[in-house]
């Protein structure tokens, strides 16, 4: 065959190519997107319209109207307070993921990695907590405070009431359970890491924690980098185990956001009417955190890939 | 390490295998297969602490007497397929494309089911006599003579009647009559704490002298102000009521026990005894807001509580009552006077390192309100101190399983003060709870279900109810004799408290159009006590802010509702 | 062999970092076996003992508790317009069925998905990345009304298949994972197989699958417990196929749902039912651990 001739029919053969590749795309992705498109796009539409709805049945018949009351009742001066206090404990529970549990985390799968003494051992009791259901875990923690060491903190701490370590101990049990969450990811990720480009920092004379910081974190920085995006997301939903330890009688000092939400909306609490009227509140309040927590999240994402380590 | 791994596994796996082997006792009786030569009737009831002994009777009883009925072609007689279990409703969707005939539940906006559409019409039934076999009715009253007037006001829905009302509870505080008994825990006849100053508040031998030596001793009248009756040496009035708590102390009682986990109990407490200061009328304003208000506390330009020359707290001028000024009903003087009620539940006092009244797990998330009710029914059993008071709903004798033989009481609610002696009882009842039948229901299966819910509200369907729970439906009815004489004494108090024509009872429920529309504001839970949305709990807005006082929490509340 | 195993020991000094992390994982690890030990001990006696006698582990030892588990935590469901009770192991039969299918789908349908936006460079793609990245990082409330009208609407409610449909979504963190791995593979691999006489489909389930099994077991694993331990989704989702997470919430709140077992539940027992929902997982755990935690991210292609 001609030179030409074989640059016709590889062009043929790469537009065959193209149409079979758009084929095998178009069929593997439709069903996902349509998936999508039911159960998220029109599902949270629906929220968002519900975050501008009155609900009314006082005349017998149920009423809906539309306004900017729901959004106007967050900015009240009693509200804004409470909130406030949520969101600083947010805040708390979002700077713990970031700069405890995640250092934490990441220095134990590299321990597990580098299959340090008992590594194996440290690596299954790790993980229990992430696989024992979380309600039971709660159940566990809160008879062991409150019972098996009362006498340590001088009678029950965990309760409705406000006192001197209750928060820290809902914040130990937080951190119990957040270290084993990732350690797999974390672990899978560095695997990733060249064994050649170890060998050769432990031949140029650098200690583990050398290797650590400037060898294994850039390699999976992008794994850091997700998760963190994760962190950011869990901001205003991060009940912090909250609703398990105390229903809906959470103390006020230690509240989260995503409690807050999650309270509004407990059918417990509320029902027939209340219940709608808050359903479209709380609507109204996520939407908001919506607005301001995404574009923070992307900020924050952009910024690490842009100014993180390099693998080189 | 491996051989180790496989090793545990294994063994753990033997273990599930064996504890499924042996711990597969099935007994199958529960199970209901449809009986195809019958109606079936599919009753859904809410079987919490009330149980469903009583419901249980009934249903068998209705089908015995229509066992020989024909309501479908080729079907004779009826079967009721039972749901009782703790599923609530989360609202009128709930209902849509369910079995489910006929409904016994709580939690019920009644609006909301109404608004929804997903109740049927009941005011043929409720405008008749109630069924009481297939072919015989009562001649007395008809069903819907029966309905207090109260609930009559919100059922009626432009002369339409969706449903009827279930059961009837207040949280109260339960006393052990034997406990008293023995440690003469009874005011002694004309003995009170009213003229007590804080010294005499702090000295024992003048707080054992109001009460009795001996069981047999005269007894002061009680907050009814009457002698002989149920009441007699009861605390009268708070200072009686504060007595109390400390010589309870001294003779080596812990005065109260609530559960920590569901504190809306204490809540609710509260609230009734806010309604008990305030009376039906005043009270009433709250669920319906227009009236007139004449015991609203008078707060000066700062938002101060204002008291008159003497101390005592100033009253406002009588304000009328409208959706604008609904929030001037939270300045209700009997709510400042719970709250100084709320403090009482919490310490006496004085002061001291034995000042605090209540059993030192109360406040524990973990502890149940099981745990409570057995801490207060076996203190021997649990290692602790007798407990005067338990804090919980009326439901909770049956649901505790208490064996008939105890001597168990309810406390009628002491006065603020002695003036107040002898002031009809009002309480409230906040679990909105009732009967009604799915508009689903088959136009076959709706006379069943129609005739069901009419034969529940019979006198003596009611009253099956009353002998078996303890409590009452919230009905017009009375117990015969031969009932009152089989109850328990808690049954007896109970019926004492509740069948007084000094006692009403107003259902905690939006009766007016401009109420419905404010249900949000009107949670039980959340109206009364809240000074921001979270904090909203009066024991616990104590305990959290320890320098507060009553009117300090008053006038927080007011900046908070304003 | 035991003296080479020795010298091999004496050879690996603790070097300060490892010290370091060593002693903290033994702090974080004792804390989490004394919970569990505890919380297991407890399971084995009575409420009152446990709460008089906290650390008194071996006193008053029953298996009451577990046997009430499987005897007396019963739900009940719907047949053929009668009602029958559900006994622990049909809750345990209805997790596998959530659990496992609902893994499944949403490992595989994320792994597809990420595979298509890190290969296939077109605007489709880059809208899906972008739309991942949003969606994970908005919080949504108040969404359960409108999704159970619409699971209704699609006859997708109370039964596993719409579970798993439901199931089948991407736009979760494993995404990113499975994005970051594909991103790494080369496409050198695909060229090799369509120079071979393969299409894109031999490329997808003949060289890419296989290669992301590791990471796919683990991501399925992952969801797997999720799953097994969620009941809220189950709760709302399955009404009358009770699962075990299920029966521990009910419980737990003493009663809700179809629960017709006893009501309220004491303490023992609760923990009894939260090992009985952990064990199989545990089991799970021991067995496939190496497997999951091994080296996921070998190249090459295997035959």
Redesign the interface.
Known sequence: MTGQKLNAASAVKKKMSKKRGMLFYVTMIAFPLLQFVLFYVIVNFNSVLMAFQNYDNSTGKEVITFSWDNIAYFFSADVVVDLWLCIKNSLMYLALNIFVVMPISLLFSYYVFKKFHMAKLFKVIMYLPSIVCSTAMVIFYKYYINDALSGLFGGSVIGPIFNAYQQGVIIVFYLLMSFSGNILLYINAMCQTPESVIEAANIDGANEGRIFLNVVVPQIWGTIVSLIVIFFAWLATNQAYLFTFYGFNANREYQTIGYYLFNMIQDGRFTGAALEQNYRKASALGLMLTLIVAPVTILVRNLMLKYGPKED | ??NM?KI??LL??L??AF??A???????S?????NKSKT?LYVKYY??GFGDEWLNQLCAEFEEMYADAHFEEGKTGVQI????????L??P?DMK?K?INVYLME??????????GTMLDLTDVVNDFAVTGKDTKETDKKIVNKIIDSYDEFLN??GKYYALPLFETSINLNYDIDMFEQRGLYFAEGKTAEDFTEADFANESKISALFVNDADDARANGPDGKPTTSDDGLPATYKDFRALTIYMKITGVTPFVWN?????YLTGLINDMWANNEGAEQMKLNFTFDGVANTLVELDGNGKVVKNADGTIKLARETDIDESKKNLLQLQKGKLDALEFAKLLLDDGLGNKNSTNYY??S?????????AQNYFLDPD???IDPIGFLVDGGWWYNEAKVSNDRNIGILPLPKTDANQIGKPNTKVSDR?SFIFVNNETSTAVQPVAKAFVSFLQSDYAMETYTKYTNTFRAMKYDLSKKTLDTMSAYGKSVYATRNSDDTTVLPWTPIS??A??N??L??Y??YGFSV????N?PL?YF??HANATAVSYFEAIWN?RK | MAQTKLKNFNKRKLSVFELMVMVLLVVYCLAVVALLVWGFMASFRTDQSVVQRPWAMFEDLTIENYLEVFGNFTTFKYVDGGTQTVYFEEMFLNSLLYAGGGALMQTLCTAIVAYLTAKYDNLCSKIVHYTVIVTLSLPIVGNLASMLQITKALGLFDNFVGSWIMKFGFNNIYYLIFYAFFKKVPWEYAESTFLDGGNHYTVFFRIMLPLTMPLIATVFLLNFIQYWNDFETPYMFLPSHTTAGIMLYMSIIGGGGTWSGPSPIPLAPQLAAAFMVFLPIFILFLVFCNRIMGNLFEGGIKE
């Open positions: 390490m491996k791994v545990i596994s753990l796996c273990m599930m504890g499924f042996v711990g597969c006792r099935r007994d199958n529960d199970d209901q297969k449809v079936q079987n919490g397929m039972k749901e009782f279990t703790r599923g609530q989360t609202g969707n494309g079995p939690n019920i906006d009644y609006y909301t089911y109404v608004a929804g829905v432009s920590g986990y569901e504190t809306g030192s797990k406040f524990d998330s973990g502890f149940s309100n099981i745990n059993g649990n290692n909105s159009q401009v419905r529309k249900a949000s009107l949670s839970r959340t921001n949305t979270q904090e709990n616990i305990k959290d908070y």
